[in-house]
């Protein structure tokens, strides 16, 4: 991993408003605190230009992302939220940022995306097969976006999710939460829809997650869409970026 001066000035810079949060017994964190984080030029415009659209300050607040915390970033697509994170967090904090080998050996852009924000300073990029992340101990948050329903993927071994879901509650400190963002399926909809639409119910995610000893600690409809039919594949261009999405936050007891 090569280390940048560069960022962590602008993480100082950028977390300013955001430091009085820090610490045991801080207030929740507001839509206005991180402003300065999706303003911080160290994130590429494309990035910035998808803000509103994914509703990434709410996100944030919702997951309740502090400086200084230790964040696993889980399937990182290309990179959104790690660099996101990565700013967040500022200097004192990490990022862990997961990509499954298989979706590397599938597409050479996700290793590309890996090895991007492994350059980042506050990041350590890490690859493994999609049922074994090798996340460290000690985690505040594990987050994920769009991509829980991969877990059901034919690619994956079928207990993949169960794994996954425990090596998170172990990852986790006691208290520490896991956020979960994906596309709504049809309600009853069966696993496979991993596989057709890249969907997956809501419910489903609930009770596998709540099997790996996590309460549910809340839930938003921010990023939800009413327009969306939920039968469409998500990549489909009738709904692409507009698809309706649940956030849920799990916490694991103690």
Same mark, same amino acid.
């Given at each position: 991993?090569?280390?940048?001066?560069?960022?962590?000035?602008?993480?100082?810079?950028?977390?300013?408003?955001?430091?009085?949060?820090?610490?045991?017994?801080?207030?929740?964190?507001?839509?206005?605190?991180?402003?300065?984080?999706?303003?911080?030029?160290?994130?590429?415009?494309?990035?910035?230009?998808?803000?509103?659209?994914?509703?990434?300050?709410?996100?944030?607040?919702?997951?309740?992302?502090? !400086?200084?915390?230790? &964040? %696993?970033?889980?399937?990182?697509? *290309?990179?959104?939220? @790690?660099? $996101?994170? /990565?700013? =967040?967090?500022?200097?004192?904090?990490?990022?862990?940022?997961?990509? !499954?080998?298989?979706? &590397? %050996?599938?597409?050479?852009?996700? *290793?590309?995306?890996? @090895?991007? $924000?492994? /350059?980042? =300073?506050?990041?350590?990029?890490?690859?493994?097969?999609?049922?074994? !992340?090798?996340?460290?101990?000690?985690?505040?948050?594990?987050?994920?976006?769009?991509?829980?329903?991969?877990?059901?993927?034919?690619?994956?071994?079928?207990?993949?999710?169960?794994?996954?879901?425990?090596?998170?509650?172990?990852?986790?400190?006691?208290?520490?939460?896991?956020?979960?963002?994906?596309?709504?399926?049809?309600?009853?909809?069966?696993?496979?829809?991993?596989?057709?639409?890249?969907?997956?119910?809501?419910?489903?995610?609930?009770?596998?997650?709540?099997?790996?000893?996590?309460?549910?600690?809340?839930?938003?409809?921010?990023?939800?869409?009413?327009?969306?039919?939920?039968?469409?594949?998500?990549?489909?261009?009738?709904?692409?970026?507009?698809?309706?999405?649940?956030?849920?936050?799990?916490?694991?007891?103690?």
């Amino acid at each position: 991993m090569r280390r940048s001066a560069i960022l962590a000035v602008v993480a100082v810079m950028s977390l300013s408003s955001l430091g009085c949060m820090g610490g045991t017994g801080a207030p929740a964190p507001t839509l206005a605190d991180y402003a300065a984080v999706l303003a911080a030029p160290s994130r590429p415009a494309d990035d910035r230009a998808r803000d509103e659209a994914r509703h990434t300050a709410e996100t944030l607040a919702f997951a309740q992302v502090r !400086p200084g915390q230790k &964040i %696993a970033d889980m399937i990182i697509g *290309g990179g959104y939220f @790690t660099r $996101v994170f /990565a700013v =967040a967090v500022g200097p004192e904090g990490r990022v862990t940022a997961w990509q !499954p080998a298989e979706f &590397i %050996a599938f597409q050479a852009s996700y *290793g590309e995306s890996l @090895t991007a $924000v492994d /350059a980042l =300073a506050n990041v350590d990029g890490i690859r493994s097969p999609i049922a074994t !992340p090798d996340f460290p101990a000690g985690l505040d948050l594990v987050f994920t976006a769009q991509n829980y329903h991969d877990l059901h993927l034919s690619i994956a071994p079928p207990d993949t999710a169960s794994r996954v879901n425990t090596a998170v509650f172990q990852a986790l400190k006691p208290g520490g939460l896991y956020v979960v963002i994906d596309h709504y399926a049809v309600a009853g909809s069966p696993l496979t829809s991993a596989n057709s639409v890249h969907r997956i119910d809501i419910d489903a995610v609930k009770r596998e997650v709540l099997a790996a000893g996590f309460v549910l600690d809340g839930e938003s409809a921010v990023l939800a869409n009413a327009a969306d039919p939920l039968t469409a594949n998500v990549f489909d261009g009738s709904i692409r970026g507009r698809t309706s999405q649940f956030m849920l936050r799990f916490r694991k007891p103690g």
